[in-house]
């Protein structure tokens, strides 16, 4: 492009200066995250995408941040603000989102289990060396024939005096075949009741018999994250393990409309991904003598993808602002997945078609942007499952049964 256009290009995805509401401590943070991206994740994470392994090496270097636990207020967490702990996840999404997930894993669903539906002692016990990440963390909850309809668990709990006896199946539990606390959620045969269990181990030690994680192969995306199915036998829990506020269903929602809002800040980092890789793409490929960016049609592409970033922005932030009000619901936790999942999967898709036949390589990134979002769109409740949830509270009446 000429300097003339170069002059009025916008310097980053930002057009409506919605990051000028951050304070220092949070671009503080922000700015850290960005640089363990640029400096360590982005270097290496294709070739460990590519042979479907997890890079352990990295985990060491996060913890170095000081941001697991995000918003969590003591126990060794850092206890910052909503809108932070917004920008770790996506600003790690930006980079990759298998690194992603095993951090919202590990520091949302294990982490917040905890800290939503522990007792103080259990709190004591095992958040502070998960905050280091001395120990990871894992999240039992969605089985092989109970995704959408988790409710309907049927891994079983029954008490032995001071045991809990645990029998079933789980599928595409991240971090599984590695954590050292894995949260498995079980219904209890006396009362019906869902209960969340902690099956605990130190590093040295290996599974219990009863406990048999196989890490699923084969897949297209999210292939840096190590996904388990499980088979539980017999597998017997101290009853100190058990988290002691969790005697329903309900209290597991809790956590999930909690971390529901971390897929949307993920999907925000995706979209904003492929958008400057489209962007700097543009201004380097040449066409027919030109850059493809001065061509109308790849303009209003860059434009549309803009205003989508903009809009998975403006709900992320809202969504924010909501849940650090003590106002966030399910269906507005459903709804900002929903449009955010939906919105994001069309801005990486777009930057695919813009990068054409490069766009297929892992060295340009949105490929791998491009198959996570598939997962995105899937994973914490389905596009459909989303709006039924949202569809329930504008009409009233249930569509689940």
């Known amino acids: 492009m000429t300097e003339t256009a170069r002059a009025g290009v916008l310097p ?132 092989p024939l109970h995704g959408s309809d988790s409710v309907a668990l049927e891994t079983s709990a029954h008490r032995e005096g001071d045991t809990w006896v645990l029998n079933g199946a789980k599928r595409w539990i991240g971090n599984a075949s590695h954590a050292h606390h894995v949260i498995i959620y079980a219904r209890d045969v006396a009362d019906g009741q869902v209960k969340a269990f902690v099956l605990e181990r130190s590093p040295e030690e290996d599974f219990p018999e009863g406990f048999q994680p196989r890490v699923i192969q084969g897949k297209i995306g999210k292939r840096a994250i190590l996904q388990s199915d499980i088979v539980i036998e017999d597998l017997e829990i101290p009853e100190p393990n058990r988290l002691q506020n969790c005697n329903s269903f309900k209290d597991v929602n809790k956590v999930l409309t909690a971390t529901r809002g971390g897929v949307a800040y993920e999907s925000l980092g995706h979209a904003i991904a492929a958008y400057e890789d489209a962007v700097r793409y543009a201004g380097e490929r040449v066409q027919f003598g030109k850059p493809i960016g001065s061509y109308q049609l790849v303009q209003n592409n860059l434009a549309n993808m803009l205003a989508e970033v903009t809009a998975i922005k403006q709900l992320c932030f809202r969504l924010v602002d909501l849940h650090e009000q003590d106002e966030l619901t399910s269906p507005m936790a459903s709804m900002a997945k929903m449009a955010a999942a939906k919105k994001a999967r069309w801005v990486v898709s777009t930057a695919r078609d813009i990068l054409g036949g490069n766009g297929l390589l892992l060295e340009n990134n949105v490929a791998r942007h491009l198959t996570d979002m598939e997962v995105v769109y899937t994973y914490e409740g389905t596009d459909s499952m989303q709006s039924l949830i949202v569809g329930r509270a504008i009409t009233g009446a249930s569509a689940f049964v």
């Open 12 to 143: 980053d995805h930002d057009i409506y200066l919605l990051d000028d509401r951050f304070t220092d401590e949070e671009r503080a943070i922000r700015d850290k995250v960005r640089a363990f991206v640029e400096t360590d994740l982005l270097p290496v994470i294709n070739g460990y995408w590519e042979r479907a392994e997890f890079p352990y090496e990295l985990v060491p270097k996060l913890a170095e941040l000081n941001v697991v636990g995000t918003v969590i207020q003591g126990y060794g967490c850092p206890g910052m603000s909503r809108m932070a702990g917004a920008l770790v996840s996506a600003e790690l999404a930006r980079g990759d989102g298998s690194f992603n997930t095993f951090f919202g894993v590990h520091s949302g669903l294990a982490m917040g289990s905890i800290n939503i539906m522990g007792s103080e002692e259990q709190k004591q016990r095992w958040l502070p060396a998960m905050a280091r990440l001395e120990r990871v963390g894992a999240f039992a909850l969605t089985e």
